[in-house]
């Protein structure tokens, strides 16, 4: 909602400006706006990303894509899987 509504009011204001092209000072701080916003969502999912390997232990395997292509894929067993005639969620 801190993308879309500024967003949302923006292109009515535009809109309602009657002009077709996008040459206005407001699209300017949009653009920052947007920037800005990005790197903090980036930033918070990277903390997020962090905590959650720290509480399971994979701290080590986080940076090892060798690792976490092979060996977790290899090892998994799942009791759940998706039915490929009917695409519901099956138990084993």
């Known amino acids: 909602m801190l ?5 949302l009011a923006l292109q009515i204001y535009i809109i309602a400006e009657r002009t077709s092209d996008y040459n206005n000072i ?3 701080f949009w653009v920052f706006y947007v920037m ?6 980036v930033e918070f ?13 994979t701290l080590e395997l986080m940076n090892n ?3 976490l ?3 977790l894929r290899e090892d ?6 998706i039915s490929a005639i009917t695409g519901a ?4």
């Open 69 to 71: 292509n092979k060996q």
């Open 45 to 57: 999912w990277k903390r997020k990303t962090s905590e959650i390997n720290y509480r399971w232990g």
């Open 36 to 41: 800005i916003w990005s790197t903090i969502i």
């Open 89 to 92: 969620l099956t138990k084993h």
């Open 3 to 7: 993308l879309a509504a500024p967003g």
């Open 76 to 81: 998994f067993v799942g009791d759940e899987c």
């Open 65 to 67: 894509p060798d690792i």
């Open 26 to 28: 407001l699209i300017s």
